[in-house]
Nanobody, 126 residues
């Protein structure tokens, strides 16, 4: 019922910024909690940031806290990840995900999500 398409990835130097977007289909985007995950080669997929349906409840991984900002615009059916002060260790495939939700919570485990985007590559050079 929901399709997610990421955009905005690319190659950036350390210290630079990128803004990822995740466009969602459907008419009920506001009923889904969303999140951003990333996976680097040889590593497990990890949560980056998560946001509740309304945007009132937000989670950041310790590794990105203070550098990344997750936000959403329910009228545009889009969730964003603003990434500042990028580091080489941020290099990964970033994917957005959506979880059906009626509680207003955020979710930080991949198994809690119902829909996934295809991912977009972020490469940070040193």
């Amino acid at each position: 019922q929901v399709q997610l398409v990421e955009s905005g990835g690319g190659l950036v130097q350390a210290g630079g910024s990128l803004r990822l977007s995740c466009a969602a289909s459907g008419r009920t985007f506001s009923t889904y909690a969303t999140g951003w995950f990333r996976q680097a080669p040889g590593k497990e997929r990890e949560i980056v940031a998560a946001i509740s349906r309304s945007g009132d409840n937000i989670y950041y991984a310790d590794s990105v806290k203070g550098r990344f900002t997750i936000s959403r615009d329910n009228l545009k059916n889009t969730v964003y990840l603003q990434m500042n002060s990028l580091k080489p260790e941020d290099t990964a495939v970033y994917a957005c995900a959506a979880a059906r939700d009626q509680s207003g919570s955020y979710y930080i485990r991949s198994y809690e999500y119902d829909y996934w985007g295809q991912g977009t590559q972020v490469t940070v050079s040193s």
